[in-house]
């Protein structure tokens, strides 16, 4: 079945950038996901990667894809103490009918300042 | 706009009893999901709806757990005979059509604590 990793804690100091690495399973994933979950909200999508591309970036974040190691990471740049939160990596499992997110177990970002 | 909203968003509730979690979609979309958040991990997937039909239930843990969605918008999730292993987070999202492009975007979620 599929599996997402993720390691679970990452500190930072502020100002200094983050990255954050996850691997995943389906080699047949389309897309690749980057969530942000803060303390009593709910999961917001920061930003996707479609599987042909190498990197994507958006203003401080930039995701790169190695789809040979099946390896994801984020980069967050310049990180703030606002960017303290739970990071989750997903992909999409295309079984049947359904296109339901496999998440990694998240990564608890905590930034120092 | 309105997001997607869920009520209660907390619910303790003794071993054994039955609870309904509410889930309001964004007006307008069609797929609707259901996951639960156990402590410490990520969400895990339990049910999907298109339209009013359940089109992938393999993410429900036994028969215990049931959902509907009888008009195609607000959709329940039915717990019997709880167990103390039934407390976590329920989360829904609802995305436009449900395809692998579209944005499923999520409530605050549901805590359940069974006593």
């Known amino acids: 079945g599929e599996d997402v990793e993720q390691s679970l804690f990452l500190s930072v100091r502020e100002g200094d950038s983050s990255v954050i690495n996850c691997t995943y399973t389906?080699?047949?994933?389309?897309?690749l996901y980057w969530y942000k979950q803060e303390p009593g909200a709910g999961l917001q999508l920061l930003t996707y990667i479609f599987s042909n591309m190498d990197m994507k970036q958006d203003q401080r974040l930039t995701v790169l894809l190695n789809k040979k190691d099946k390896h994801l990471s984020l980069r967050i740049a310049d990180t703030q103490t606002g960017d303290s939160a739970i990071y989750f990596c997903a992909e999409i499992d295309y079984g049947g009918a359904t296109n339901k997110l496999i998440f990694g177990t998240g990564t608890l970002l905590a930034v120092q300042p | 706009g309105a997001g997607v909203s869920q009520t209660p968003s907390n619910k303790v509730t003794e071993k054994g009893k039955y609870v309904e979690l509410r889930c309001d979609p964004i007006?307008?979309?069609?797929?609707l999901y259901w996951y639960r958040q156990s402590l410490g991990q990520g969400p895990e997937f339990l049910i999907y709806?298109?339209?009013?039909?359940?089109?992938?239930d393999s993410g429900l843990p036994n028969d215990r757990f049931f959902a509907v969605r009888p008009e195609g918008s607000v959709s329940t999730l039915k717990i019997q005979r709880t167990e103390r292993g039934d407390s976590a987070v329920y989360l829904c999202a609802s995305s436009l059509s449900g395809a692998g492009r579209d944005e499923q975007y999520f409530g605050p979620g549901t805590r359940l604590t069974v006593t």
């Open positions: 709806f298109q339209g009013t039909g359940a089109a992938d």
């Open positions: 389906d080699s047949s994933s389309t897309y």
């Open positions: 007006s307008g979309h069609t797929a």
